[in-house]
């Protein structure tokens, strides 16, 4: 999602609940949904702008390969990372203003900034591979990250009440 949808808070509320007759009772959630629902909330706070930024910075870093020599080591810089992190704060803040929406703005601000910071985490040849214990091809990162996205959507939730509930609605 863009930082300008963010900054507005224009996030959208999904209908969560399967129940097509008000009578009946909605049908428990399932772990699957949850988890989507959780994922769902993560990606709509990554700024789209800092992503596309972030990715073409780490890209245009790398050395250049040539054919029948050994691969040039990668480069890792925390330049473009502490920028998109800025820019993650920056591109909210000036949704928000532009629009006149004041409400809940700073936690609407570190939120984007925490979904960037989460997010960068996937990106091969980021800052995070500086890190001893980060190794992105573990299938303990893959379950950390799972974790990150669903206790981020469950701190979104509570911090700006726009992210819709985990809770069957009626429909």
Do not use: C
């Not at 928000?96 to 997010?119: C, N, Q, S, T």
């Amino acid at each position: 999602m863009s930082a300008w949808s963010i900054g507005y808070g224009n996030l959208a509320r999904p209908n969560l609940s399967r129940a097509r007759d008000e009578q009946q009772p909605p049908e428990p959630k399932k772990a699957r949904e949850l988890f989507g629902t959780a994922f769902g909330t993560f990606a709509k706070w990554i700024p789209s702008e800092v992503v596309v930024g972030y990715g073409a910075a780490v890209a245009a870093l790398q050395p250049k390969a040539i054919a029948g020599q050994t691969a040039p080591s990668a480069v890792v810089s925390w330049t473009p990372w502490l920028v998109g992190l800025a820019g993650s704060a920056v591109l909210v803040l000036i949704g928000a203003i532009a629009k006149g929406e004041y409400r809940r703005l700073f936690p609407k601000v570190l939120l984007a900034m925490a979904a960037f910071g989460i997010w960068s985490a996937s990106v091969p040849h980021s800052v995070w591979t500086k890190l001893s214990f980060f190794e992105l091809d573990s299938p303990n990162w893959i379950f950390g990250f799972a974790l990150a996205a669903v206790a981020f959507a469950l701190l979104a939730e509570a911090a700006t009440e726009t992210m819709p509930k985990l809770a069957a609605q009626p429909a």
